[in-house]
């Protein structure tokens, strides 16, 4: 039996960021049970205006094997159509075989590899525009123009309900790049710990865009100054592979390459790259 609700927040521990999770997919939260009401699979998938992709996903072992991981990847696909998405994708790890050939066995093809490369907090501080310091008469208009951006490099991409929802639950927060008084750039992080209890260690580069990729180095200095004030060691930002001269940018920068993933999206759905700027779009939780 499937179901749509919050109660998959549950199965991922009940921590702020499933709760956000939960709360973007706006109603793709798919949950099955079995008779006995147990949670036997779920499948989050998300709609970021045309951006559609699913993560998490996951069956029971005591019920793989049976076919139900191709109805909750169905039931997730069909759930993003509905919402006509241009894009229908999600992510693996590049050495898992079987997950690779289960999922091209339902019409997925692998495409990029997403690279989380890592930098050190800045050393110094300096002024940052963060979205939740500036007054709040101010903030749709904001929130506007970032989806102005965005849309512009990637036509119907839209991260405004992110930017909200970071806010609204306090995951972090959004950093502003301005030049001439507009904005040109921005950076939606997350810094609460990914287990509560633990100490704050990275923070999490959930989208990143940018009108031009020369802008990338600034808003990167940017946010390495807001993992210090957050009290994080580190930023993580996790890079498209095609976007080829803004990762050379971040490894000049200094970053490190710390994992990679395998992006494959629905053949009918393919995943577009913008062609000026750069847009970033982690498709974890």
């Known amino acids: 039996m499937r179901q749509v609700g919050d109660d998959v927040v549950g199965v991922l521990d009940a921590d702020a960021e499933s709760q956000e999770a939960v709360r973007n997919a706006d109603g793709g939260a798919l949950v099955w049970r079995n008779e006995s009401g ?54 693996t790890m590049p050495r898992t075989m079987d997950n690779i050939g289960f999922y091209s066995a339902l019409g997925f093809v692998p495409a990029r590899l997403t690279i989380t490369l890592t930098l050190d907090a800045a050393r110094t501080d300096a002024p940052v525009a963060l979205l939740s310091r500036l007054p709040a008469a101010t903030r749709d208009d904001l929130i506007t123009a970032c989806h102005s951006i965005t849309t512009a490099r990637i036509p119907g991409y839209d991260y405004s309900r992110e930017i909200r929802l970071t806010n609204d639950l306090g995951l972090g927060d959004t950093v502003l790049l301005e030049r001439g008084g507009r904005v040109c750039g921005f950076g939606i992080f997350h810094s609460i710990p990914l287990v509560e209890g633990r100490p704050r260690e990275e ?56 994992w990679t993933d395998l992006r494959m999206a629905d053949a009918a759905h393919p995943e577009p790259v913008a062609t000026a700027g750069v847009v970033f779009s982690n498709w974890e939780i």
């Open 38 to 91: 147990d949670v036997v699979a779920f499948n989050i998938a998300h709609a970021s205006g045309a951006e559609g992709w699913m993560g998490p996903l996951a069956v029971h072992p005591e019920w793989q094997g049976i076919g139900l991981g191709k109805v909750v990847v169905r039931a997730g696909a069909d759930w993003l159509a509905a919402r006509r998405t241009t894009v229908i994708g999600l992510e």
């Open 203 to 258: 923070l999490r580069v959930l989208k990143l865009v940018v009108e031009r990729e020369e802008d990338l180095d600034e808003l990167v200095r940017l946010l390495s100054i807001a993992a210090r004030r957050t009290g994080t060691k580190r930023l993580a930002i996790r890079a498209q592979g095609e976007y080829t001269g803004a990762y050379r940018r971040l490894v000049r920068l200094g970053a490190r390459v710390r």
